[in-house]
């Protein structure tokens, strides 16, 4: 079955620092999907990034970037220069072909807190 | 991305009423989702419509019960509902397409129920 695990249920870093977000997966699938969402605290989640099992480099959309890592299950988060803003839950999340519909399976998420 | 509407977006309720959430996507997509979450549990599946068809009910109790009129509307009509059903209520649409297709979520409907 697939699962996601994200094994920090809190991070913390100061301003303009980078941190790194970690989430593990497990499929027996070769083809599938990873997504990372963020979640204020105003409850919307909000799409930040997409690294598909066949792309060969890392994902990166502006301050955040994907360290794909196949071999070891592993899709961590890279959010370079912290800003205030940037303090919300954070998600991973995963689409495999032979799950039911087109559903998403997420992690429990990790709480990040920038501060000043 | 703010394609996606959810209303109401608070919502306080008895057990003995019936209330619907509304969802509505201005992104032209073709699939659309219910996602049920609580406090400190990953986000739960509860419904899927695939092309206005729904493909996905993941056990969920007979006092939720969905519609889909339409590709860009979504219904999530509550009946009777119990405390522990109190949670964020998510809705997303999305474009089908394979393992890449993105899921864009709404604003979510914060329920409680008394």
């Known amino acids: 079955a697939q699962k996601i695990t994200q094994t920090q249920p809190g991070m913390f870093v100061q301003e303009k620092e980078a941190v790194t977000l970690d989430c593990t997966y497990d499929?027996?699938?070769?083809?599938?999907?990873l997504f990372w969402y963020k979640q204020p605290s105003s409850g919307e989640m909000i799409f930040l990034i997409y690294?598909?099992?066949?792309?060969?480099q890392n994902a990166t959309e502006g301050r955040y970037s994907l360290n794909f890592q196949k071999a070891r299950k592993s899709a961590n988060l890279v959010i370079s220069a912290s800003q205030l803003g940037d303090s919300a839950m954070y998600f991973c999340a995963m689409r495999a072909p032979n799950q039911a519909g087109t559903a998403l399976i997420f992690g429990k998420g990790t709480t990040l807190s920038v501060s000043s | 991305e703010t394609g996606v509407t959810q209303t109401p977006r608070h919502l306080v309720m008895g057990m003995t009423n019936k209330k619907s959430l509304k969802c509505e996507q201005h992104?032209?997509?073709?699939?659309m989702y219910w996602y049920k979450q609580s406090a400190k549990k990953p986000l739960e599946l509860m419904f899927v419509?695939?092309?206005?068809?729904?493909?996905e009910n993941n056990s969920v109790p007979s006092r939720f019960s969905p519609e889909c009129p339409n590709s860009s509307h979504l219904f999530l009509h509550l009946h009777t509902l119990q405390p522990e059903d109190s949670a964020l209520y998510l809705c997303a649409s999305s474009h089908l397409g394979g393992v890449g297709e993105t899921q864009y979520f709404g604003p979510g409907t914060r329920l409680l129920v008394l």
């Open positions: 499929t027996s699938d070769q083809s599938y999907g």
């Open positions: 419509y695939s092309l206005e068809e729904r493909v």
């Open positions: 992104l032209g997509h073709n699939a």
């Open positions: 690294q598909g099992s066949y792309d060969e």
